[in-house]
């Protein structure tokens, strides 16, 4: 089942970043829940359920872990999984949900782990990616009243935990590895997903 969080995108903020509210998860099968406004900002929908595509083949994780490991030792794994965010005026409701987690759903589903550090790939802030316009193109010849679909990659980090300790990256760590999983002229970096709603900024 997908999982779904909505957010409210405002229609201004200072640093081009939108002001939103991010709202829990609503319970099983249950439609997503706006949160009242004056203005009615439009909603972002989080699809990032167990239905989430692979994002990370094995090949490149056998790449990328030796350059991991050299920033820090104790990197025992990589995996990623696409999460999907949907620009829309109104939270969809479970009917379109169905739809649209229908229409996310493709490739192998993610099987790596749930914990462990947190990088996010997004196509680069301020532009509009060619998967997004193709994606939202083909949601509307749906029929699906969505403003934009956008595709972002979470990265899980696992590290070896020792009989006494629990490693984890400090901040310059966590940087060189970002370094390592994005191209700066074509995407952005984040270490909070919630930020992503930020590509839903007026361009």
Request: with cysteine; glycine share 6%.
């Amino acid at each position: 089942m997908q999982g779904f969080v909505d957010v409210q995108v405002g229609p201004h903020s200072a640093a081009r970043q939108p002001h939103f509210a991010v709202l829990p998860s609503p319970p099983s099968q249950a439609a997503p829940v706006t949160l009242p406004s004056p203005s009615q900002p439009p909603v972002v929908t989080l699809f990032d359920g167990e239905n989430a595509p692979n994002a990370l083949s094995d090949f490149r994780a056998r790449q990328l872990l030796p350059r991991l490991q050299a920033v820090h030792d104790k990197v025992s794994g990589i995996a990623a999984r696409f999460v999907h965010l949907v620009l829309s005026d109104t939270a969809p409701d479970a009917a379109t949900q169905e739809r649209l987690t229908a229409l996310l759903t493709y490739g192998d589903p993610y099987q790596g782990p749930a914990a462990g550090e947190v990088i996010v790939v997004t196509p680069r802030f301020g532009t509009v990616s060619p998967w997004a316009s193709k994606a939202t193109d083909i949601a509307h010849n749906c029929g699906l009243a969505v403003r934009r679909i956008e595709r972002i990659v979470e990265y899980r980090i696992t590290l070896k935990s020792g009989l006494l300790s629990k490693p984890s990256l400090d901040d310059a760590q966590r940087q060189q590895m970002a370094e390592l999983l994005h191209d700066r002229m074509t995407e952005s970096v984040l270490f909070d997903r919630t930020q992503a709603t930020g590509l839903f900024a007026e361009l």
